[in-house]
């Protein structure tokens, strides 16, 4: 596994509740990297490894696991949601971008919302067990 998750405890925690916020929030990893030092072929790992750990953990309730660049912060987050919420906690308009995408708007360290037309880029992915 990625050195990048020491002191994670595994396997995470899954938080499943009716409030989607609950559940973001409780399932939410943060990480921080020099984004500009970075290729996308580290992204498009870092994210198959960030998705390995929400599947290991999936209980029975199938999940939607998805990943933004929180620019102010510097950070990249990712959280997962119950597939019943049939949306993201998000009040912001979306980009939903391909995993491709998704790692080039990564490396330019371009969240979406600071450009036109100003929309969040989202990577998501559905686990099942």
Request: glycine share 4%; net charge negative; proline share 3%.
């Amino acid at each position: 596994m990625n050195k990048v998750f020491d002191g994670i405890v595994l396997p995470l925690k899954i938080v499943t509740s009716s409030d989607i916020n609950e559940e973001a929030n409780g399932n939410m990893l943060s990480f921080k990297f020099d984004l500009f030092e970075r290729k996308k072929e580290f992204f498009s790992l870092f994210l198959d490894d960030c998705t390995e750990l929400y599947r290991n953990s999936v209980n029975d309730e199938p999940l939607t696991v998805y990943c933004w660049l929180d620019e102010l912060a510097g950070h990249i987050r990712f959280s997962a949601v119950s597939q019943s919420h049939e949306k993201l906690p998000f009040r912001a308009d979306l980009n939903n971008l391909s995993l491709e995408q998704f790692c080039e708007s990564l490396v330019i360290g371009c969240s979406g919302v600071y450009s036109k037309p100003g929309n969040l880029n989202v990577w998501q992915t559905y686990l099942q067990q």
